[in-house]
């Protein structure tokens, strides 16, 4: 069982480029999420989906783009990368019902210069 | 005003010290109370959670919500220079699954 797992783990994008961060879960848990943490803040939810086909978008949802075509994966697209996306980026999963306790993967470290 | 407010310290205590870390919130609907720890470039894991009011002990940490003075706290006791880490607060509502988090706490132990 390896709960959340992200890659890349690192990534170095140019102004402009674009990327997709991976996302998968074997918990079977019907929410997922994507929160950015910049250096000594908290989280931020970027967008997250209460399972396939249904996303929905969080508190900074500019700049990225997700899908949700299975139970077990939710990737983050990057468009036209910009330097305010530098930021390391946590994908989270959760059961319905409470607490509603999530689970994190080990985050991808992402540089746009 | 921000639902959950957290100092983000740093908070810095000698190894063996009571450590008090907390969060306030304004959403009177909120009745999961969970703290998550996150060591260094690491994704942030949960320590524990708390439903409604009252205290929940596991170890040398302690849990603590008081719903009238929409105050939660967490305690450690005999901290050791392991437990160096930043602690999140996050809190939902009883139908809503979203968390809403706080900004987190750096703790540092020294030896």
């Known amino acids: 069982n390896a709960g959340v797992t992200q890659t890349p783990k690192f990534r170095i994008l140019k102004i402009g480029q674009s990327m997709t961060l991976q996302c998968t879960q074997d918990?079977?848990?019907?929410?997922m999420y994507w929160y950015r943490q910049d250096p000594g803040m908290g989280l931020k939810l970027i967008y997250y989906s209460v399972g396939a086909g249904i996303t929905d978008k969080g508190e900074v949802p500019n700049g990225y783009n997700v899908s949700r075509s299975t139970t077990e994966d939710f990737p983050l697209r990057l468009e036209l990368a910009a330097p305010s996306q530098t930021s390391v980026y946590f994908c989270a999963s959760s059961q319905p019902g409470g607490p509603y306790e999530q689970y994190f993967g080990p985050g991808t470290r992402l540089t746009v210069t | 005003q921000k639902e959950v407010e957290q100092d983000p310290g740093p908070l810095s205590v000698p190894e063996g010290a009571i450590v008090s870390l907390n969060c306030t919130y304004s959403n009177s609907a909120f009745q999961y109370f969970m703290w998550y720890r996150q060591y260094s470039r690491k994704g942030p894991e949960l320590l524990m959670y708390?439903?409604s009011s009252g205290n929940k002990e596991d170890g040398r940490f302690t849990a603590q919500v008081d719903k009238s003075s929409k105050y939660i706290s967490l305690f450690i006791r005999d901290s050791q220079p392991s437990d160096s880490a930043t602690y999140l607060c996050?809190?939902?509502?009883?139908?809503?699954?979203?968390?809403?988090w706080g900004a987190g706490t750096k703790l540092i132990i020294k030896p």
């Open positions: 708390t439903y």
């Open positions: 996050a809190m939902s509502a009883q139908s809503n699954y979203q968390l809403i």
């Open positions: 918990m079977n848990h019907n929410y």
